[in-house]
């Protein structure tokens, strides 16, 4: 048995970090149910190329697992309020005024279910912000990411929309907890979740860093801000991370590249050292790792416990089974095909649903039909 089998999620979220944390309860055994305006859907719908049998790859990314309902939120307010009462959670990522004016205020909605889990994905808490929209790209600037990602002075941010992920994680871990209170009170509560607060908390060991010296941390691009080495090297045929993380490990290193005397130098003998003296290191190494391909530094570095690996294109990725098994799941999709796509990588969610993601509106007379003939028990 599943997790979450027996509850039921009405999805009212678009985009990525509600639909990311609703695939994944679907996963997790959830019944998910994708409410989408009528005509229109969910905006990731258009959001391409690449279209594969007229969807997009990231609808198709993140929408595994649901049952689609097309329905107009305004003048089909009493289906609305049946799918509330017989839902266990709610998500959505409404501005806070928009949805006062649906009348999906917390308030409200638990008036009508005082058993909900109420999940409200926002760009900012509560405050000046609040009712701001807020898109990735944008929090990542806005809540610090960007001043640490990238190299020199340029700033850049993530390939992948990675606040709306980590998100997508903190919206699945509070409908955990709340969902296990409720277990306990017979109480549903609210959770709210923000994307600034998500990239502010992602912040860790950096932002600990400067709330302690005041200092602004440097961009550092494959670097870590304070171990060295660690980071990307350039090798023979490509780049090789290598991550030594205690000075045992650096010890090893210098054993490997052939260089022993470097770990009894002063400047390289300690970490703190070798973060001072880092361009003189880093530079020394650099001159070492273009003598070989990176296969052959992989290889005679992890036989000395010293963490290292290729900097992978996503074909080497999705090629090596040492990194994919078990998350790639083959989904059957009636315009799309046979297609391989990544499942919720928590053990308690596999297998994966099977389900596609929803055409629009695919599914609504069914689940009309089932809010008419069933009665409500929650």
Request: with cysteine; net charge negative; charged share 25%.
């Amino acid at each position: 048995m599943k997790p979450l089998e027996g509850i039921r999620v009405l999805d009212l979220s678009r985009i990525l970090a509600g639909p990311l944390a609703t695939m994944w309860m679907a996963d997790l055994g959830a019944e998910v149910i994708k409410v989408e305006r009528p005509g229109v859907g969910d905006e990731t719908r258009r959001w391409g190329p690449p279209f594969v049998g007229g969807e997009s790859a990231y609808f198709l990314a993140v929408n595994r697992g649901k049952r689609g309902v097309a329905l107009d939120l305004k003048s089909q307010r009493d289906v609305l309020i049946e799918l509330i009462r017989r839902a266990d959670v709610l998500v959505h990522n409404f501005l806070p005024r928009t949805a006062a004016k649906l009348g999906l205020a917390y308030e409200e909605v638990r008036s009508l279910n005082p058993r909900i889990v109420y999940v409200a994905i926002t760009g900012f808490p509560k405050g000046p912000y609040h009712d701001e929209p807020g898109f990735d790209a944008l929090i990542q600037a806005m809540g610090g990411l960007m001043a640490i990602t990238g190299e020199g002075d340029r700033p850049v941010k993530v390939g992948v929309a990675i606040v709306d992920v980590l998100c997508a994680w903190a919206a699945l871990a509070g409908t955990l907890a709340a969902l296990f209170v409720r277990e306990r009170t017979g109480e549903g509560s609210e959770v709210p979740v923000s994307l600034s607060t998500c990239s502010v908390a992602a912040l860790v060991n950096v932002g600990q860093a400067f709330l302690l010296t005041g200092e602004e941390p440097k961009m550092l691009g494959t670097a870590h801000p304070h171990i060295v080495p660690y980071q990307a090297f350039p090798a023979a045929d490509g780049l090789l991370m290598v991550a030594v993380g205690t000075d045992a490990q650096f010890r090893a290193l210098c054993d490997a590249i052939g260089r022993p005397e470097l770990a009894d130098d002063p400047r390289f003998a300690t970490n703190p050292a070798r973060v001072e003296h880092r361009e003189e290191l880093v530079g020394l190494l650099s001159e070492i790792f273009r003598e070989r391909p990176r296969r052959e530094w992989t290889g005679l570095l992890r036989e000395r416990g010293i963490p290292a690996g290729p900097v992978n294109s996503l074909a080497e990725l999705f090629g090596d089974p040492g990194l994919v098994d078990g998350l790639i799941v083959e989904v059957e999709h009636p315009t799309v095909g046979r297609y391989r796509t990544v499942a919720c990588p928590l053990p308690q969610a596999h297998p994966p649903s099977p389900l596609p993601p929803p055409r629009l509106g695919e599914h609504t007379a069914e689940v009309l039909r089932d809010c008419r003939t069933t009665p409500t028990t929650r």
